[in-house]
């Protein structure tokens, strides 16, 4: 991958009156307003929708479901607008609805996009040569119909494999975040695995392959970069590790809230900003989305204990940025 | 992964009036009627598609597109008939086009497998809990929008996360094959790295660490296993330590054609049966579905094209395999 010819294409390709976008500095700038990290997990749960929203036999298969879960993000994203940064849409949930399901995924991430939010799509695709094109072409380019603003990828077969979305993010202003430590029991399976004699595991070897290209999408605003990693909140020395391998870059930290990890524990590997620890962000999916009192099929309830969920976690965590 | 308890919930779910499939069994027994191990990959490149299947503009975004595409692989899945045994669609191709795309791979999946082909989505999902039961619903659930016979998956965030796929394969009889050893130039930053003082690379590793549920996924008809791999063709000697390893499941071999490898080094891993070599399924794309011959207008010229190269396919994939 060359920085130099990226950038150059980059001034070739966007037209002069248009400000150049830089992923990293508009989420930081927007984290800072917001003196939060929290990103909302968009994860629909069928059994767990509120009955507010429910409709029909809340089956796969049954066409009324992807509708009610339209219905559901639809109002949830009503409710973020101008609270949160960002939203992360898991998308194995709405290809379980097929293409149906996918059709509602791209209404609500363009909707999104119009509230001013961020959509980090999480996807973790990895795959090579012109698949990983397609890939990065079917969620980074502008005008693709599920056109989103970053994307989670599967670091497995290869940093070449990285290099189409690489050059998106140049191009258009695009974030990446690529796997390094997950959040889950197996993760240690071999992401932990030492490698020859050295005492470095796969996940750093990883982190430490991404260096390159991390300091070639740093935003001259921020400092920060566009290429960010995945770091399990539960994992505290192993985001020291990737911190030290990636100074610049953003996490995207899972785990947080029902996966059992607190909000400072989430911070780490953050580090003192102008408007407290900065430096990614913390995402929450269930914890918000469906708490035992948003179980209910009145309007004003369902909102009051969304709000309340939500507000929750935006004070647990404003409150850890801010105390740095 | 209890196998076992696999095996009882099996029992109480399938009506018993309804012989069990198995995936590897039907597969092997389908591959030596045939006599060769060819798979034909559904790569719709846009620019490549046969002038006599272009529509529009040929852009992503042109409704027109998906249409394209999907009388495109409607004529190949007619030719296809009773001549191969599977098809791999690569799904970023579709994702590409949108939930458009996603909707003409709906159709084209059910078109094949009502035409007994067998489909092996190129998916190459990988995620934790929840999210690894979504996609697992999503492609291996009967009755799911999108439901195909097998999947590629991803290892690297642990062996547990492959447990809701395995689950599926036992209650349902579908394949699974889980990256190895890639064929690309990048695979070896992280699959070759030797791990602790071992010899043992990490794709060797991922290998061993499926042997328990490859065991349990062992069709009674064939022996071979429903848990399958992919082992780059371009990889010789990973495919035997590969084979070493899993000495039951069957190997996705890509590779072959385009990307430079040779019927009888595709074939590495294989071993004798009672129709020849077999162990595994061999994957074209390119080079079957845009010969130079097939860039016509003439339905008569892409047939003979289309058939030419399937031909020229079939025969080098069934001397290697009869050559043993």
Chains 1, 2 share one sequence.
């Not at 990290?37 to 298969?61: A, K, T, Y």
């Not at 363009?110 to 695709?125: E, I, S, T």
């Not at 610049?248 to 911070?267: D, H, I, K, M, T």
Request: net charge negative; aromatic share 8%; glycine share 10%.
């Amino acid at each position: 991958m060359s920085p130099m010819l990226a950038g150059d294409q980059k001034l070739d390709s966007v037209p002069m009156q248009e400000p150049p976008r830089h992923f990293a500095d508009d989420l930081v700038a927007r984290l800072r307003q917001l003196g939060h990290p929290l990103c909302v997990g968009f994860d629909p749960f069928l059994e767990r929708l509120p009955p507010l929203f429910r409709r029909g036999s809340m089956q796969p298969s049954d066409p009324q479901t992807a509708a009610a879960v339209e219905a559901f993000f639809d109002a949830v994203l009503d409710r973020l607008e101008g609270r949160v940064a960002v939203v992360k849409p898991q998308i194995a949930f709405f290809e379980a609805l097929g293409s149906g399901g996918i059709a509602v995924l791209e209404r609500l991430s363009a909707k999104a996009r119009g509230l001013g939010l961020c959509v980090l799509l999480d996807a973790k695709r990895g795959d090579i040569g012109s698949t990983a094109e397609g890939y990065a072409r079917a969620y980074l380019a502008p005008g693709a119909p599920l056109e989103v603003d970053a994307i989670t990828l599967n670091p497995y077969l290869g940093i070449e494999t990285l290099a189409p979305f690489v050059q998106k993010a140049q191009d258009h202003g695009r974030g990446l975040f690529v796997l390094t430590r997950t959040s889950n029991p197996g993760s240690a399976d071999f992401q932990d695995r030492l490698l020859g004699t050295s005492e470095t595991p796969l996940f750093e070897a990883v982190a430490a392959s991404l260096a390159a290209d991390a300091a070639a999408l740093c935003g001259s605003q921020t400092g920060w970069s566009s290429l960010g990693v995945v770091v399990g909140a539960t994992q505290p020395e192993s985001a020291q590790r990737v911190r030290e391998a990636l100074p610049n870059s953003l996490f995207l930290v899972p785990g947080y809230g029902s996966q059992g990890a607190g909000a400072r524990e989430s911070l780490r590997g953050f580090r003192p900003g102008p408007a407290g620890l900065e430096g990614g962000i913390v995402n929450s999916s269930r914890a918000i989305l469906y708490p035992d009192a948003a179980f209910t099929k009145e309007t004003k309830a369902w909102e009051a204990a969304f709000d309340t969920a939500l507000d929750r976690a935006i004070t647990e965590l404003g409150e850890a940025v801010a105390a740095g």
